[in-house]
């Protein structure tokens, strides 16, 4: 009954605009007092406990390097690159922010950081030429999908820390690769399709086989990164935790003796952004935990899993109704509290059928980025409208055709697991 009230205090508090971390604090403060059971002096204990670990070093790092790489230059680059490759397509800019996406994915494994630093490069100008306002905000932070999923990733760090054991963090960043590559190559046959019908612009560039070697020589500052990281933690060089103070280490020489760009201001205000970003993730870590303890005090996850495999024997049914779950709570809430919150409790479920719990997790992180996009939160979405000046009800109407290819690749991911193992399989997992 007291789970009841839990999750009653969790929503009244959420629909009046209080903070995600917060209501899951005051979810667990109530149950706590009204159980008598248990002292409330094990309040701070919870929540210190969900934050002290060596493994979340890694996204403060992580959250570093991305800002750093884009502040530093490298940025420009890659969409140097990629509209060398396919910038002189109708609707080249379109093809151009997907492929940068893809390209900035293995530098930042943060949606949002790649959203905003994206949209501010090519949104006003992508308007300027001729490209809907609409458009411009959907395919920019429909690309930006691409960078929690294509290794290095923030969330899957996070599924890890929040799963448990039995998760390597090499394997589940391998597993992301031809998904992530998947959501890219729908995203630019989408923009394809869009573009011939609404006759968007054409450059007028021809194709230059040189102008793709000179641009590729700039990018591959930015294309090193995650290859060292990979390379790195499948080598056994260093952890997780310290491929991320590798990466924040290569982008600052980079930045520093390479492109002579980065300066103490630029660093200092990479810093703060990886401190704030942390600060946010590390709270709902905390009070998250707090709501863990109790539900598995409770058996909550066990009961689940036994009404799971009442309703169905099927894993691949369970999958289906997860991603679902998922998907509708995506609409209310963003994409690292989603996990935080149900990964305790689809986790038996998933054991219970059999399910590899990296294919879990990469399912899990694949869903949840949704989030993003769909109205009404659709954080990526308020981002890029904010810069291009477009109103949302315009941006909310163009979003919902990327949000089904994303889901169609997550689908297609969840129903043939050996397409993402194919990767892992060749470095021996």
């Known amino acids: 009954m007291l789970i009841v009230v839990l999750v009653a205090v969790f929503a009244v508090t959420m629909f009046l605009g209080v903070p995600i971390a917060f209501c899951l604090g005051l979810g ?41 790489m884009q502040r530093c230059g490298v940025l420009p680059k890659l969409m140097e690159f990629a509209n060398s490759l396919v910038g002189h397509l109708r609707g080249g800019l379109g093809y151009v922010v997907v492929l940068t996406s893809m390209l900035f994915a293995g530098v930042t494994g943060v ?40 290794p290095p990733s923030v969330a899957m760090l996070v599924f890890a820390y929040v799963y448990g054991g039995g998760i390597s963090v090499g394997k589940l960043f391998l597993m992301g690769v031809v998904p992530g590559v998947l959501v890219g190559v729908s995203l630019m046959i989408l923009v394809g399709i869009i573009s011939w019908r609404r006759q968007f612009p054409v450059s007028g560039a021809r194709f230059s086989p040189r102008l793709v070697l000179r641009t590729l020589r700039g990018a591959l500052l930015g294309l090193a990164v995650p290859v060292i990281i990979i390379g790195g933690v499948l080598g056994g060089v260093f952890t997780p935790t310290e491929a991320g103070a590798i990466a924040v280490l290569y982008g600052v020489l980079v930045g520093v003796f390479v492109l002579r760009t980065l300066g103490p201001r630029e660093l200092l205000a990479s810093l703060m952004t990886g401190a704030k970003t942390s600060a946010i993730v590390y709270l709902l870590l905390g009070t998250s ?16 899993a036994r009404w799971s ?27 690292i509290p989603i996990m935080i919150m149900l990964i305790p409790v689809l986790a038996p479920a998933a054991i219970a059928y059999k399910i590899d719990p990296h294919h879990l997790g990469l399912i899990v ?48 991911t969840a129903m043939w697991p050996a397409m993402s193992l194919a990767i892992p399989r060749l470095f021996g997992f």
């Open 111 to 150: 949606a949002l950081a790649e959203c905003a630093a994206i949209g501010a490069m090519v949104g006003p100008s992508m308007v300027r030429q001729g490209y809907p306002g609409g458009f411009t905000s959907a395919v920019i932070a429909g690309g930006a999908v691409m960078g929690p999923i294509i």
């Open 365 to 412: 992180v694949m869903t949840v980025q949704t989030a993003l996009l769909t109205p009404p939160v659709a954080l990526s979405l308020y981002v890029v409208s904010s810069i291009v000046k477009c109103p949302m009800e315009e941006a909310n109407r163009e979003v919902w055709v990327f949000v089904a290819a994303v889901l169609g690749v997550t689908l297609l």
């Open 28 to 68: 667990g403060l109530a149950f706590i007092v009204l159980s008598g059971v248990v002292p409330i002096a094990v309040l701070p204990t919870l929540m210190f406990a969900g934050m002290d670990s060596f493994p979340l070093l890694a996204i403060p790092f992580f959250v570093i390097a991305g800002d750093v």
């Open 289 to 304: 935990n707090v709501v863990s303890w109790i539900l598995v005090r409770n058996q909550v996850p066990q009961t689940v």
């Open 309 to 335: 495999l009442d309703l169905t024997t099927s894993p691949y049914v369970f999958l289906l109704v997860t991603i679902a779950v998922l998907f509708l709570l995506g609409t209310a809430l963003e994409a």
